[in-house]
Nanobody, 120 residues
Framework: QVQLVESGGGLVQPGGSLRLSCAAS????????MGWYRQAPGKQRDLVAT??????NYADSVKGRFAISRDNAKKMLYLQMDSLKPEDTAVYYC???????????????WGQGTQVTVSS
């Protein structure tokens, strides 16, 4: 049973910072691309950032403010968020492309999400 669990969300004032974490567990053989997505009420789920073999990609709206990183040994994914704006308010979801012993072809998994609220 592969699971992705996010943590670190909360309430922060504009200009503040938060660091999100995502822990992967279960019958994992190898993790390929990992990423963060976010969804605000009434809006679609959008890409925030991805990371693959050290290569990172960011949405234009967060570039220069957010930083994605991962620790493969610990099966952890992180998102450092600085200079937060009210428009960053959303549920943030962890995403990972994972291959298991039972399923060698990688599949996409999602976490349950963590709420980030930027407000004064």
């Amino acid at each position: 049973q592969v699971q992705l669990v996010e943590s670190g969300g909360g309430l922060v004032q504009p200009g503040g910072s938060l660091r999100l974490s995502c822990a992967a567990s279960g019958n994992i053989f190898i993790i390929y691309t990992m990423g963060w997505y976010r969804q605000a009420p009434g809006k679609q789920r959008d890409l925030v950032a991805t990371i693959t073999s050290g290569i990172t990609n960011y949405a234009d709206s967060v570039k220069g403010r957010f930083a994605i990183s991962r620790d493969n040994a610990k099966k952890m994914l992180y998102l450092q968020m600085d200079s937060l704006k009210p428009e960053d308010t959303a549920v943030y979801y962890c995403n990972a492309e994972i291959a298991t012993e039972d399923r060698p072809r990688p599949l996409t998994y999602w976490g349950q999400g963590t709420q980030v609220t930027v407000s004064s």
